[in-house]
């Protein structure tokens, strides 16, 4: 009997574990709160890609990401997905997405629906299209977008730049 409680008991902590592997809180912002957030992080650059769901090359794009994580980890870097998915999909659907996408960075939903008042707020030079990629770096006061889907190749000689200058 004990060695059955034992094989249930090993189980149910397998089950569970693997079940949340992926699992995380999708935090919601406003621009100035994602902006605010970005700035606290001065010695960070940061890696923000605006996606969604619904979105077939963002979901494409995905991949470079961990290219780009993988080749930066243990350094300043750190990437941001944020979700601009409808307000009916935060948090189950993206959080669902998450989890069968096997995603490890960080996820964010943007609380925002006026494209005309966000955008200006975030980046004037972005367009508004997804998938669009913003590299942020407080720290040199840099900032650079790319719209559309990116190759994690084309910024890592951007952020290799921004990580050896010493301003």
């Known amino acids: 009997m004990l ?15 693997s079940n949340n592997t992926y699992a995380q809180v999708v935090e919601s912002y406003k621009a100035e709160q994602l902006m605010k957030r970005l700035n606290a992080g001065k010695d960070t650059l940061y890696v923000v890609n ?26 300043p870097v750190k990437v941001l997905l944020v979700s601009l ?8 659907k993206i959080q669902k997405f998450i989890k069968k996408k096997k995603l490890e960075h960080q ?18 030079e972005w367009q508004g299209s997804l998938p669009t990629t913003m590299l942020y770096f ?6 650079s977008t790319f719209e559309g889907i990116i190759k994690s190749k084309q910024v890592t000689l951007l952020i290799d730049k921004q990580l050896s200058s010493r301003y």
């Open 85 to 92: 998915d409808f307000k009916e999909a935060y948090p189950e």
């Open 50 to 75: 605006f996606w969604a769901t619904w979105c077939g090359p963002c979901i494409k794009e995905l991949p470079e990401f961990d290219d780009i994580a993988a080749r930066y980890k243990g350094k």
């Open 3 to 17: 060695k059955f409680i034992r094989i249930i008991l090993i189980a149910v902590i397998i089950s569970h574990t």
């Open 107 to 124: 996820v964010a939903w943007l609380n925002e629906t006026n494209a005309n008042e966000f955008i200006p707020k975030i980046n004037n």
């Open 138 to 143: 407080k720290k040199n006061e840099y900032k």
